[in-house]
T-cell receptor
Framework: GAVVSQHPSRVICKSGTSVKIECRSL??????MFWYRQFPKQSLMLMAT?????????EQGVEKDKFLINHASLTLSTLTVTSAHPEDSSFYIC??????????FGPGTRLTVL | DAKTTQPPSMDCAEGRAANLPCNHS???????VYWYRQIHSQGPQYIIH???NNETNEMASLIITEDRKSSTLILPHATLRDTAVYYC?????????????FGQGTILTVHP
């Protein structure tokens, strides 16, 4: 299957700082990417849908000013958690949709906010 | 999107077939059934998907009932590495096309 990477795989930061997570489709172009969040022992929760060259669409209850999403190219989307707090600590996972509408997931980024 | 119902957990002996059921009684005609799995602390891995015909690939088989209200994922010879959470997802159509909404899934434990 197609490969989606995320960077970093793990990040620890202080409360109040901003953290950027990158999601790349390595061997295909993705017009649409998705960002999910997963808390311990819970399922994945969709945060937002990101379309190349346009503004992201956020799910209900997700603060767009706190979770900034940029999808500047067909192979890269970024999620920036602004002014992170301990409650933002979670496992963030991106996915990318290819030309055949298949959706492939990245390995995830573990964010810990102290 | 159609809601899916899966048993919270299942056990399977190594080498035996694992049959994971999923109910999706409100599925509509243009919605596909997708299966993903997630091994601990990793991103979900695509397994298989289908519309109404049974499907098979190198990982698994998908059996969809004729009325499309339920399906079964079959891992023909389960190994210890198949221990994971398995998600059955019905993919939305229309303006929701492409969104995969995850439920709680089935925790499959393969034991020696």
């Amino acid at each position: 299957g197609a490969v989606v990477s995320q960077h970093p795989s793990r990040v620890i930061c202080k409360s109040g700082t901003s953290v950027k997570i990158e999601c790349r489709s390595l061997d295909f172009q993705a017009t649409t990417m998705f960002w999910y969040r997963q808390f311990p022992k819970q399922s994945l929760m969709l945060m937002a849908t990101s379309n190349e060259g346009s503004k992201a669409t956020y799910e209900q209850g997700v603060e767009k000013d706190k979770f900034l999403i940029n999808h500047a190219s067909l192979t890269l989307s970024t999620l920036t958690v602004t002014s992170a707090h301990p409650e933002d600590s979670s496992f963030y996972i991106c996915s990318a949709r290819g030309a055949n509408n298949e959706q492939f997931f990245g390995p995830g980024t573990r964010l810990t906010v102290l | 999107d159609a809601k899916t119902t899966q048993p919270p957990s299942m056990d399977c002996a190594e080498g035996r077939a694992a049959n994971l059921p999923c109910n999706h009684s409100t599925i509509s005609g243009n919605e596909y059934v997708y299966w993903y799995r997630q091994i601990h602390s990793q991103g979900p891995q695509y397994i298989i998907h289908g519309l109404k015909n049974n499907e098979t690939n190198e990982m698994a088989s998908l059996i969809i009932t004729e009325d499309r209200k339920s399906s079964t994922l079959i891992l023909p010879h389960a190994t210890l590495r198949d221990t994971a959470v398995y998600y059955c997802i019905v993919r939305g159509g229309g303006t929701s096309y492409g969104k995969l909404t995850f439920g709680q899934g089935t925790i499959l434990t393969v034991h020696p």
